[in-house]
């Protein structure tokens, strides 16, 4: 029970933080027109618990629509965050300049909006708008995926807790996807989540390079449909 009551404690401090860079990254390539992918998502920025470091059990669901040969449309939906009255959905498209067609390497351009909309009471401001754009370059590697890329997110209003904070919140990724079979994929993605962001203004002691932002560890699976 005390294990449970600091594991919630911690969970309320970190989830302004996480929300904004949670889900492993799963449209990196082009579907096909007509094709129907859908992904759930598990992790965050590793955290310390009982002196256990674990990833934050943040979780998504979410799916994406091959639209044509070189663009995907794609919906998330915020699980976690339901339980502390914030719903979040993320929507947006994905372009592939490059696809399997042409080359064994990839290039993605994936912009999405993020709403959040609070069904606390006493809340001012009950929605937020966050604009987010992603880059990723993947290539074939062993029989599945290997990418990087990076996240930008432009938050348009400021906590009320901070008036200066970011204007912009910059993440850096990589990770490997495994073709399981010819409709289960496997992702699994390490993140520098708020690269741009001093580890001192976030409330918990996350786990962060040269004390800016945080290490997150992103699983996710992939079922073709």
Known sequence: MIFMSKYKNIIVFVFAFLIVGCGAHTNLTPIGEGNIDANISLGGPVITINKIRTPAPYLTIGGKYGISDVMNVDANLHVTSLFYKVAGLEFGAAWFPLSYKNSFFILALN????????????????????????????????????????????????????????????????????????????????????????????????????????????????RRF
Request: zero cysteines.
């Open 111 to 222: 912009p999405r909006i993020l709403l959040l909309e609070s069904f606390k009471e006493n809340v001012g401001e009950r929605l937020r708008i966050y604009p987010l754009l992603s880059g990723s370059a993947a290539w074939t590697l062993g029989g599945g995926l290997i990418y990087v890329g990076s996240d930008l997110v432009f938050p348009l209003t400021q906590p009320d807790y901070n008036k200066n904070s970011p204007r912009l919140i910059a993440s850096i990724f990589t990770g490997y996807r495994w073709q399981i079979s010819d409709t289960f994929g496997f992702v699994s993605e390490l993140k520098w989540l708020g690269a741009n962001i001093p580890s001192n203004q976030v409330a918990v002691e996350y786990i962060n390079i040269a004390k800016y932002g945080a290490v997150s560890l992103l699983f996710s699976i992939e």
